[in-house]
C-alpha cells in the first residue's frame, strides 16, 4: 500500500480543497494521513481526524522547501504536492480550474473533484450553539450570511452590498461574517448550516460551505483566466463575477429570495434525437457518449434532464431527419424561465466541469456554442476525459456539435433561426452564426468524439441531397437578412 504525505501549506482554501483526497486516502489506508500544513493555517485541520498534522516553520509560498523538508523528515513516504501556489516544481496548468490542478498534483483524478465530500468529523456542537446565540439576532427573520472580503481574490464592494442587502431585504437579517471571531475556521458551520443562504466571495467561506448543504451564492473574480475561477459546486444556486457588480445587484436580490425554492434553481434540458439502429459501431460510440453525460450530470448534483426523443414524437420529419426547432421546442416546454436548453449530436462526449461553464456563460451571455474535437478510432480513449491536455492526440474540427442557451435566449432571438433540418449540413453554422451576432461565447475543449464514415463521403451526397439544398438556401437567407458569411466558422469545403 502507498505510504504518502500530502503537503498542503495554507492558504485556508488552499487546504480545505484537499481534504476530501485526504480522507479518502485515509479510508482506504484505514488509518489518519500525514498533511504538512503551515504553522499559520495548521488550526484547520483539528476538526478532521483523519488528518495527522505535520507542522512547517516556513511561509505558506515555500512549496519546494516544504517538499524537500518532508522528504528529508519521512524518506519511507511518497510525498506529493497537493497545492499549485508558491515557489516549487514546475508544473504544467492541466485543467480548467487550478482547484482540479491540486488534484492532480496529489494523485487524485480531477473528475472526482466536487463528489467526494469535504468532512469536518471533529466540530464542537458547544462552541457552534455559543457562535450562534452570540450572532444571530432574535426573532423568526431568516439570516442571510455574507462573507465578502477574501484576500486573494479581493471584492471592493463590500460595504455597498451589506447596505443595499439590508436596505431591500426587510424580510430577512443580513448578518457580515467578516469580523466574527471563532475559535476555528470551521465553526462557522454553525453559522452556515442555520441561515437562508451564504453569499460568499472566492475565499476559505466558499470551499468551507462545501461541508453543508446551505444554499450558496458565489461570486468569483475575473481572472486573469478561467484557471483562478473556483468551480460551480452544487448547491451554489447562483454566481456572479466581480465585475458585473454593482449593475446585477437586482439579479443577486432575487437570488437571495430564491435561495430555498428549487423550481427557481436552474436546470438544463439536453434534447437529442434518438437514434434507433442496429449498427453495433454506431451503438458502442453512442453509448460512449451516454456515458459521459450520465458521469456529467452525477458529478453536477443532477441538474440535467435528458430529452431522449424519437422520430415517433416529433411532428414532422423531413429528408429522414427531424427539424432542429422541433426538437428545441421539446425543451422548451418542459424548462422553467431561468433553465437551460441544450443540444447535441447523440455521439458527442463531454468533459468533465462542462456544467459549471454552461450555467456561468449562458448567464451572462444568453447562449454557447462548442466545436468539437475529432479523435481517430485507434486513438480513441478507453475512459472519459478530465482535463484538455488530453486531446492532444485529437483534431478540432470546423463543424459545432453542442449548443446551449437560457430560455430566455430563444424566445428574444430563435425566430430568427431558419426552419433548418438536423443531420445535414449548415444547420450548425447558422445556429453558431446567430449566438455569436447576439453576443454569445464559445465553450472551448468540451466536447469530443471518435471519427467514423460520414455520410457527407458518399460520392455526389453533399450536392444532391434534398435536406443539403434546403439548409443551404435558408442560411443564404439567413446572411443576407442578419449578417455572418459561409466562412465566419472555417467550416471545409463549403
Request: a neutral charge.
Given at each position: 500500500?502507498?505510504?504518502?504525505?500530502?503537503?498542503?501549506?495554507?492558504?485556508?482554501?488552499?487546504?480545505?480543497?484537499?481534504?476530501?483526497?485526504?480522507?479518502?486516502?485515509?479510508?482506504?489506508?484505514?488509518?489518519?494521513?500525514?498533511?504538512?500544513?503551515?504553522?499559520?493555517?495548521?488550526?484547520?485541520?483539528?476538526?478532521?481526524?483523519?488528518?495527522?498534522?505535520?507542522?512547517?516553520?516556513?511561509?505558506?509560498?515555500?512549496?519546494?522547501?516544504?517538499?524537500?523538508?518532508?522528504?528529508?523528515?519521512?524518506?519511507?513516504?511518497?510525498?506529493?504536492?497537493?497545492?499549485?501556489?508558491?515557489?516549487?516544481?514546475?508544473?504544467?496548468?492541466?485543467?480548467?480550474?487550478?482547484?482540479?490542478?491540486?488534484?492532480?498534483?496529489?494523485?487524485?483524478?480531477?473528475?472526482?473533484?466536487?463528489?467526494?465530500?469535504?468532512v469536518f468529523d471533529r466540530r464542537s456542537p458547544e462552541r457552534e450553539e455559543a457562535l450562534r446565540?452570540?450572532?444571530?439576532?432574535?426573532?423568526?427573520?431568516?439570516?442571510?450570511?455574507?462573507?465578502?472580503?477574501?484576500?486573494?481574490?479581493?471584492?471592493?464592494?463590500?460595504?455597498?452590498?451589506?447596505?443595499?442587502?439590508?436596505?431591500?431585504?426587510?424580510?430577512?437579517?443580513?448578518?457580515?461574517?467578516?469580523?466574527?471571531?471563532?475559535?476555528?475556521?470551521?465553526?462557522?458551520?454553525?453559522?452556515?448550516?442555520?441561515?437562508?443562504?451564504?453569499?460568499?466571495?472566492?475565499?476559505?467561506?466558499?470551499?468551507?460551505?462545501?461541508?453543508?448543504?446551505?444554499?450558496?451564492?458565489?461570486?468569483?473574480?475575473?481572472?486573469?483566466?478561467?484557471?483562478?475561477?473556483?468551480?460551480?459546486?452544487?448547491?451554489?444556486?447562483a454566481r456572479f463575477k466581480y465585475t458585473e457588480f454593482p449593475a446585477c445587484q437586482d439579479r443577486l436580490v432575487q437570488a437571495v429570495v430564491d435561495a430555498r425554492n428549487p423550481s427557481r434553481h436552474p436546470r438544463i434540458h439536453h434534447v437529442v434525437s434518438k437514434f434507433d439502429t442496429q449498427n453495433l459501431d454506431t451503438q458502442r460510440r453512442n453509448g460512449f457518449a451516454r456515458s459521459t453525460w450520465n458521469r456529467e450530470n452525477s458529478l453536477s448534483g443532477g441538474v440535467w434532464n435528458l430529452h431522449d426523443i424519437s422520430d415517433s414524437n416529433l411532428p414532422r420529419i423531413e429528408d429522414g431527419m427531424p427539424c432542429v426547432r422541433d426538437l428545441i421546442t421539446k425543451g422548451f416546454r418542459a424548462a422553467n424561465d431561468d433553465d437551460v436548453i441544450a443540444i447535441s449530436n447523440s455521439d458527442v462526449s463531454f468533459m468533465s466541469g462542462i456544467t459549471g461553464q454552461i450555467f456561468d456563460l449562458t448567464q451572462r451571455n444568453g447562449a454557447v456554442y462548442a466545436h468539437r474535437w475529432d479523435f481517430?478510432?485507434?486513438?480513441?480513449?478507453?475512459?472519459?476525459?478530465?482535463?484538455?491536455?488530453?486531446?492532444?492526440?485529437?483534431?478540432?474540427?470546423?463543424?459545432?456539435?453542442?449548443?446551449?442557451?437560457?430560455?430566455?435566449?430563444?424566445?428574444?432571438?430563435?425566430k430568427k433561426f431558419p426552419d433548418m433540418i438536423l443531420g445535414r449540413e449548415f444547420w450548425d453554422l447558422i445556429m453558431a452564426t446567430l449566438i455569436k451576432l447576439t453576443k454569445g461565447a464559445e465553450i472551448h475543449q468540451a466536447i469530443y468524439h471518435e471519427k467514423h464514415p460520414s455520410f457527407w463521403e458518399r460520392p455526389g451526397v453533399r450536392a444532391k441531397n434534398p435536406g443539403n439544398r434546403c439548409n443551404r438556401a435558408l442560411a443564404e437567407k439567413f446572411f443576407k437578412e442578419h449578417g455572418g458569411s459561409w466562412d465566419s466558422w472555417k467550416h471545409a469545403n463549403l
Open positions: 500500500m502507498r505510504r504518502v504525505i500530502y503537503v498542503a501549506l495554507g492558504r485556508y482554501g488552499d487546504i480545505i480543497n484537499i481534504l476530501p483526497v485526504v480522507r479518502q486516502a485515509s479510508i482506504e489506508a484505514g488509518h489518519p494521513i500525514k498533511l504538512v500544513v503551515s504553522e499559520r493555517f495548521a488550526r484547520l485541520v483539528d476538526g478532521c481526524s483523519y488528518v495527522e498534522p505535520l507542522f512547517y516553520r516556513g511561509n505558506f509560498d515555500e512549496l519546494g522547501q516544504a517538499l524537500q523538508w518532508a522528504s528529508q523528515n519521512h524518506g519511507r513516504y511518497e510525498v506529493l504536492a497537493a497545492q499549485v501556489y508558491g515557489e516549487g516544481p514546475h508544473w504544467d496548468v492541466r485543467t480548467p480550474c487550478f482547484l482540479k490542478d491540486a488534484w492532480l498534483r496529489a494523485g487524485a483524478f480531477s473528475h472526482q473533484w466536487g463528489s467526494l465530500p469535504l446565540s452570540a450572532s444571530f439576532p432574535a426573532g423568526n427573520k431568516p439570516v442571510v450570511l455574507t462573507s465578502l472580503s477574501g484576500h486573494s481574490s479581493p471584492f471592493s464592494h463590500r460595504e455597498h452590498i451589506v447596505k443595499m442587502l439590508r436596505d431591500r431585504l426587510s424580510g430577512f437579517h443580513v448578518l457580515d461574517m467578516t469580523d466574527i471571531p471563532v475559535h476555528r475556521l470551521y465553526d462557522l458551520l454553525g453559522l452556515i448550516d442555520h441561515a437562508h443562504c451564504l453569499i460568499t466571495v472566492d475565499t476559505a467561506t466558499m470551499h468551507l460551505s462545501n461541508a453543508s448543504a446551505t444554499p450558496t451564492i458565489a461570486l468569483t473574480s475575473s481572472g486573469p483566466s478561467r484557471w483562478y475561477e473556483s468551480l460551480r459546486m452544487p448547491h451554489h444556486v481517430q478510432p485507434e486513438k480513441f480513449p478507453a475512459a472519459a476525459l478530465n482535463y484538455e491536455s488530453q486531446l492532444g492526440p485529437a483534431k478540432w474540427y470546423p463543424g459545432c456539435d453542442f449548443f446551449a442557451f437560457r430560455k430566455s435566449w430563444w424566445l428574444t432571438h430563435g
